[in-house]
T-cell receptor, first 117, second 117 residues
Framework: AQSVTQPDIHITVSEGASLELRCNYS??????LFWYVQSPGQGLQLLLK??????LVQGIKGFEAEFKRSQSSFNLRKPSVHWSDAAEYFC???????????????FGTGTQLKVEL | GAGVSQSPSNKVTEKGKDVELRCDPI?????LYWYRQSLGQGLEFLIY????????KSGLPSDRFSAERTGGSVSTLTIQRTQQEDSAVYLC???????????????FGPGTRLTVL
């Protein structure tokens, strides 16, 4: 069965500092990987996604993520964090090749980011 | 354009009552998903609709949960005889499922926060 692990429940960084949020996945087939962000009281907003090609993908709001197949990781990074980045971040995995069960995503438990001014 | 909308945004009910949660997907999106986000459980897949195909109900936690999608658009998630453990945020997502491809990007609504007293 597929699973996603986000080992850091909470992370605090200073504004302007760099950020890396970790994500490890377990998936029996070629994965389709996503990072979503959720602000308080809001739904999930897609930051970026990866399914093939260049293993370094760029997303919105200055975020990027690198897919490393050998490490089963898809870590999210940002060179300089802004106070508005404070939110909860979710990594998710889904099927690249369609299965009978549709495209349901398996999510990690999330990482809560706090930004200190 | 308009995103995924959900109603109500908040619902407080008494244990044992039935509730209905509504989701309006993005116009033209053929795939619709329901997820549940609860403390300690993260985001869990509940049910998936794709066009006129039979829905994937593999994530529904009990037979008290059901969902339907009328006319390939609006979906209603019904929880009968609610229990306190049903308290959670219920998220709906839709995607433009294209033939021959697997996971398209899922766009999420703001969610319905259900509180069962």
């Amino acid at each position: 069965a597929q699973s996603v692990t986000q080992p850091d429940i909470h992370i605090t960084v200073s504004e302007g500092a760099s950020l890396e949020l970790r994500c490890n996945y377990s998936y029996g087939a070629t994965p389709y990987l996503f990072w979503y962000v959720q602000s308080p009281g809001q739904g999930l907003q897609l930051l970026l996604k990866y399914f093939s090609g260049d293993t370094l993908v760029q997303g919105i709001k200055g975020f990027e993520a690198e897919f490393k197949r050998s490490q089963s990781s898809f870590n999210l990074r940002k060179p300089s964090v802004h106070w508005s980045d404070a939110a909860e971040y979710f990594c998710a995995v889904g099927p690249y090749i369609l299965t009978g069960g549709g495209n349901k995503l398996t999510f990690g438990t999330g990482t809560q980011l706090k930004v200190e001014l | 354009g308009a995103g995924v909308s959900q109603s109500p945004s908040n619902k407080v009910t008494e244990k044992g009552k039935d509730v209905e949660l509504r989701c309006d997907p993005i116009s033209g999106h053929t795939a619709l998903y329901w997820y549940r986000q609860s403390l300690g459980q993260g985001l869990e897949f509940l049910i998936y609709f794709q066009g006129n195909s039979a829905p994937d109900k593999s994530g529904l936690p009990s037979d008290r949960f059901s969902a339907e999608r009328t006319g390939g658009s609006v979906s209603t998630l019904t929880i009968q005889r609610t229990q306190q453990e049903d308290s959670a945020v219920y998220l709906c997502a839709s995607s433009l499922k294209r033939a021959g491809l697997a996971a398209d990007t899922q766009y999420f609504g703001p969610g319905t926060r259900l509180t069962v007293l």
